[in-house]
């Protein structure tokens, strides 16, 4: 403790950083960030971007760069990401920005960012193209949780076909997160011919009644063969709880 | 005319019959029978016990016979089939009473009924043992519109390899009906692998959200295989219209 | 096989071409294109452009035409056809392209496409004006499956003559697609007098309680006459179910 | 004053006859009864049994005859019938009671009671047999009010020959509620061919999707023929606005 | 019939105005105008512009000034007035227009248009300036159809003394039309204290829970005294359905 | 510490009593009970019935005496007040049990409960007989934390005169709960009237479209005068809260 | 009344002025202004800008100004913000405004306004950054009727500590609103552990199922903790009633 | 394959069982039975009673005996397990059934079921007694498939201690399954604290708005914390997929 408050004394550890060493979580301008979530529930703290100014986004974004030596973003339209960039350039300029417009997903890494790793297998299947935003939100998750992460995409029932042929690939992951939209029953047909924890993830496309994701997201909930399931579009749900599976698998392969 | 109006002062004839042949229609105690449907829509009329009275339905089936020597009934519970019964025993002691109990269906026919029969094949595909009383109606109305019926029973895709092996059978028909609870998926699946015209009928079961059905008729309506949809547990409606179209190729082939 | 393999290495049949014709479904940069659905399912498949960039639409609509020398699209909004029509210009330019605004359907046909027919007869009943559009997408489907299409506008119960006076029209047709929004009373009513299939189209207008065709569906699920319904707006899905029964009037016709 | 006070001393008028004279209201055991309802607002006070106990049911028709010579119960069961005939039984043994079971309505006459007349017409039309209940309660509050009745029963559009010939009778009436469930469209279709004041009375038959009236009730409000629309089986509801709009005839001809 | 027919080969007559007389309707580029509409229900015929392009919309108005020298055309944005504008500058330059913005209204008169005039008044009452769209769509109907308006604003409930200042003004109408968004409270406690018939007009204003007039609707359909109602922001049903009162009491005065 | 281990020991103290002296809660055979909530938020641990077995609701109860010397019971039906007054009758034969049939609550006294007393007003209104379920059960909480309770009865707005009569009672109280069923309108009509706290509670009467209470809950959750809310029913929820405001005025008052 | 007619005769008071004073509201170009509900009910009027055009919104600002000395409007855009400063700067230059754009709120005080004070403490908790909005209208309110704020920021429940860190901060408040969106789980557990008058306000944030604050909202009123609740987003609502109970401890206090 | 032929023949395996080995399922009289299910999906075929009459589960119970010696089915109503334990008494006389009330399991084991044992921990925790039907189902499940199980009971948020208490035995788990109704806010705060796989199971208590679970559905699916949900009630999915997950730690650890 002392030793901290002295670094702190030294300007050698800002005052955000103490904070979240000592307390947990740091202060902001704009909010707080709960830097120890990652070591508490084995998921990083995670920023949504959706319901906040781009300056508070861009605010916090560095807040979480400054204490854990990463940020992810999620639900990042254009002017979020811009003023995220401007913000790091000033505040962070030697670290890395990766921003994908089609999952909507911003992540950055300090200089000093040490990625981890896991000895577990996830499969993220989708059922069309129009899926590619939410699975794409789902694999930035995984992949920063540090799992070894497999594509395996456009298997929808509409031609199951297409699914029959991988199969197999399907079998060989330790859990898989399968997202489909309209009436969603790609992970109700696979989960009947795998052994495998499998996630359903509910896609917002179709229109009418059903539409948004709610045929999908109801058919999943009712689904004839046992899944689990998140909300409509919630990729980074799916992901965090995938990436937690693979980490205890993890651990076990490693005891 | 004259003739008819001859029959009924004569006693051969009674009101409600030369009613029903004048008007299309004939009015018994508790309301108006359609007669004329039938032919006009080649879809006999059907008696709906639901939100009838025992007396009313009894008294409605007592007239459907006097005028077109058949009554079809759905949503028959026990009181109105023992009201039905107790009322054609004293009307139409000859009539042949048919309750099938699990489909709620009752049928009569009178002694000079002649059965219609069409070529043409109508296959009812169910995914398990839950969607018998809506399939049941269904076969009921397909039946008596003189379609060829098969059943393919218990065939959901929580177990594909089940639907595989019955699918030449499937091909095999003019048009299918296809029933299924909880989320639906079969006819989904199923219109992916036939090309016949492909009624969905959602079936109640099913628990919480998106439970009584309304999860697989979103699924249905969202399909992402072209299908059309009747309401749930509309046997009825969907034997009708697999009748019409069997109707139609029956027309076709004897053209 | 082999033939097929010497006509990819001398560069006469694409890779795409050849993965189709061997699998059923071709593989492009953006999703898998299931060339076989035409031959497995009656229905050639169909582009959805709702939910896909137009990048991603366009890309698709090229693979379809390099593998079946036809691509339909459905709700294509301005974007989206620009989009194809600059990558149809470089990759097929003799391929001809037909948009239509009011319907947001897109056809392109490839110089050596050879359009089916059917003996059969679809009709294509609307309320009002504003049901142009789904009624237009349906209209897209039948012609391009091959039935002859007839339109019967502007009928609405409203003004019930209207109805009345186009009757023997309708009567004539092998299957009937009903269009209207609102309360959606057109086909509760036409299916009272016709004896033809009959499948009802609901449209999203209408506004307040049970607008955006919420109404027209439901009233349509309940219809006391026995028809079948799609989803709202889905006008490819009850064209596409009507093609099949053309299809199968064709068939039996020419046994 | 005076007088009223001096009568209530003398027993000749009971405390509830005077309060109800002087306040408007009488204070019973259970609740307060509105008296000078009928000459506020032109609807006499009608008391819903639904949600009271037998008792607190019987106990407000006692006070009701009591203060207005009268009482109207809607939404009777069995149990509440049998509570009121013994209360009345003590309390007015003089009174005539008058209860329907069909549409769940109790009616009771003290024996000075001076039933009004109105110089109108009101027409009660049903679609068919289901809809007896929700009319039959209109149709008590609409007699109560002095309105001439006509019922036209069992015209619903799925055999519109049955509505054409009952046309002039519907024309000629001064102002219509018409009652119809499933999907309700009798009174779109009606209003499109009268031109009297028509109040549309949806009816909680019809099951899945749109059940319960839910979809009769949508599409009355979507009407694309104007109407005005009461709660799903609000006969008292329909009845009173026509009886208030037979009550402005009445007055106007009598001027 | 013949001279009709003269009439038009003279070129004193155009095509559409024969077929209006003779048909009822008169067809244009865009649909169908049921010109007898106004004569067979009391109401004119109008065109709601949601929902169709906007030069579907102008030609559908100039077809109802054509054959009845008057078009009323609700829910016009301002792409579609302009439309209407020009088409009608170049059809009929001599026709009056008039175009009200906050009821999104428009109503043209023909030169030699002859305007009803009833013998009844009809007053209009809302709860707040935020009830002056709806409101206004109303009053335009009711005056087209001739009745004599009053408007009675901004007597919301939230302070009742508003309103019992203007109670006498409520009770000398023939009918009230009562527009009220949020919870919809005022035509409950109006209809409570008026003996005239009265319809409710929910409007869409209200967020969240119940928002968008969904609590409005709710609370009138369950108003405590007995109400008629109309969809969300439906000023035009509302309109049509108190000049159909009126216009009875006008023909119920001059008998 | 030791001296309850000592008791304990002894016998003076059982063992749930320790637990709850140590814990907060105390542990029986099927649930824990939170003896602590009284003092740690102001209002006291409530056993909700529903969801529970009657033996299970009646082993609560007997720990909830064991520990508080007091039980609060809602949702009471029959077969569990006599599993509960089974076990009193046992385990403290000395308590006494007050079961109400109409609000479904019941409170235990044990022999040495001390009742609370607080310097505060809290009024109760309802708009009719109706409501007098949940008001009962918001007055039964409101007393057992020592408000003085006011009922001010069958104030509904149909007859807005009984309101007014009885508007100064409702401005003298401190707080005020008002519970009205169907369009429940009065707490909006109400909290235009008084200036002191006012928690609208929604009843589940009315049927049809916002029956149950759902348009009583939106129209309050809409109101244009500010209240809050409770969910439909929720008595024991309107009557805490009230009870923690009266709890801090006499708190305030005392100081 | 002699004194004040002379004053506007005299031209010291102006018509609004007047008639506020004696009529208890104010009639503007668009609407009324309840001048007199701040003494009636103890919460000012409040212009709600959403449903009005700017200008509207503008007019009814002046007039509260005009007659009460001041204006609070609440969902203002920047359109309406602008209107409103460029009307003030003509009728009143000499008010301040106060226009906060997060929670859409704007204040204008005239020269002579003279702010109340309460001696009570109202504390407001929010879960997250993205509860700023509707957490800053209620700030307004309660700041305007002078109840002491406290804001405590940024502490839900999925990082505890935070809670927990300011749980004395919490429980030392008179009264506490606690908005949160997504699931909304703060208010339950923060009642769980302080005895302060808690008011739940529900945030529209979150997406999918549940979203748009209807998950917070939903589990709020089933919060198994007993609170109050408003509706989504509706700050002004819960600062008035929290404002309310300050006054009331104002009130207490100075006994 | 022969040499089971020749069993067949032998009489020394049934028909039910051959049909099982060779096609991986058995057909029985009522439907088929996946025998296969358990090696395929490493989750038991499980029959769900509800949506079935007792003698058609009695009929699958007993050929699931036959073909895998073991049966488990949920949803037991009193008529079905007793039809099963008839059943049973004359097919398996020797078998041991284990029929659990409150939470509607029944279990059967053959003579020689030989259970199997996973080196896993799977925790169930509940937040009140009303959770205990589903915490039992999804108990039930987890045991079949061989996990350790730990119950954690009555640990809901209104108490947020007796959580505290139990959570470093909730983080010593490899998975949990967390058991909440009402606003379902255990699972979202259990997931802040610790770093294993949680799946959120809602419960259909709570009444009114948000009743029957939705709430708790809603809240789970909208949680701050990221989760896996499954539909209300679903016991049985909640254990199918925390064995799965248990399983494959049971094998990384045997690695």
Same mark, same amino acid.
């Given at each position: 403790m002392r030793e901290l408050l002295e670094s702190v004394a030294a300007g050698e550890l800002s005052i955000e950083q103490a904070e979240a060493e000592l307390a947990g979580y740091a202060t902001g301008e704009t909010g707080r960030f709960d830097a120890a979530r990652g070591s508490r529930t084995g998921v990083p703290e995670v920023i949504? *971007? *959706? &319901?906040? !100014?781009p300056e508070e986004t861009a605010s916090m974004a560095a807040l979480a760069v400054e204490t854990t030596d990463r940020a992810i973003v999620t639900r990042v339209d254009s002017p979020t990401a811009a003023a995220i960039e401007d913000r790091l350039a000033q505040a962070h300029p030697e670290a890395t920005i990766d921003h994908t417009d089609r999952s909507e997903t911003l992540v950055i890494h300090g200089p000093s960012f040490d990625p981890p790793t896991l000895d577990a297998d996830v499969g993220i299947v989708t *059922? &069309? !193209?129009?899926? *590619?935003g939410p699975a794409g939100e789902a694999a930035t998750i995984v992949s920063e949780m540090g799992a070894h992460l497999t594509r395996i995409d456009d298997?929808?029932?509409? &031609?199951?076909a297409r699914l029959i042929d991988r199969l197999e690939l399907c079998r060989s992951q330790d859990v898989l997160i399968v997202a489909a939209g309209r009436e969603g029953a790609l992970p109700t047909v696979l989960a009947g011919l795998v052994d495998v924890p499998l996630i359903g993830l509910p896609v917002s496309n179709g229109y009418g009644y059903g539409g948004d994701g709610r045929a999908a997201l109801s058919g999943m909930l009712q689904s004839c063969t046992p899944i689990t399931v998140v909300n409509i579009d919630a990729g980074f749900t799916a992901g965090a709880q995938a990436g937690l599976i693979a980490r205890g698998f993890d651990t076990a392969r490693s005891d």
């Open positions: 949504l *971007a *959706a &319901g906040k !100014t *059922a &069309g !193209t129009s899926d *590619a298997v929808g029932v509409a &031609g199951i």
